[in-house]
């Protein structure tokens, strides 16, 4: 028009050079492709590194070897799976009408005896243990609130719900030589759950968090301060062995999984445009 000439593109579609002559394409696989072999798979190795089909019937004395050589970890557990299993096969049961026996329990009993004949003293230790409580809940919320990082956070409402969970599920007998007082958290001597404990959990996952963030030495004396808090729980059998070992499994498991959580949402809001609805946890940093 107006004496411009225009000149019309035509794409060519894909595959061009194998248009039958017919004018139409074909479906059909190209021939060529058929050819190709798929890429190889990676080779197996097994534990001491050699390449193998990964058959144990197949390992030679130099296999064996090697696993012992460069795993001893995995190695010292199949030990103690075997020493375990002769133990629990041979172990008396507790009988139903006697207290439960708890390692934790005697080897705090000499601790045990000297704040049950100074209650004085019991209170101070459980007025200091409470401050520290207030801590991780003062440094887990300030990482969100104050600091815009919501994985500590997210990760004490994980935890702190699955405690309830279980701990109304299983509801274990108070220990017997019970140390309560008015100065513990929770203050009053109310009721509270056993299985596990929310104390050594949530400290855990405080220090996670501080390590993650270089803060050593603040997280070196939440560890310091959650291994003392362990020793009083144990002497003032607030808590059985087991809920403070599974509180610490639990702190790094809710830490983990809040990592998850936060990943994916992240992941989520970055196929957003520009990130606009990230639900207010996090903020825009594309």
Known sequence: MNGIATTTRVRSPPNAKSKPANGHFSLSPDPDMLKMKSPPAFPARNLSGYVTDAHFLK??????????????LPCAFAVSLLFFMAVEYTLRMIPPMAPPFDLGFAATATLHRLLSARPALNTILAGLNTVFVGMQTTYIIWTWVIEGRPRATISALFMFTCRGILGYATQLPL???FLGSGADFPVGNVSFFLFYSGHVAASVI????MKRMQRWELAYTFDTLNVLQVIRLLTTRGHYTIDLAVGV???????????KYEDSKI???ASLCNGNGNGGLYKSHM
């Open 267 to 269: 992941t989520t809001a």
């Open 175 to 177: 220990p017997q030589g």
């Open 59 to 72: 390992w030679t004395a130099a296999d064996a070897l090697g696993v012992l050589r460069h795993h001893p």
């Open 206 to 209: 405080a220090s996670l968090d």
């Open 249 to 259: 499994g639990a702190g790094m498991l809710f830490d983990s999984l809040a990592g």
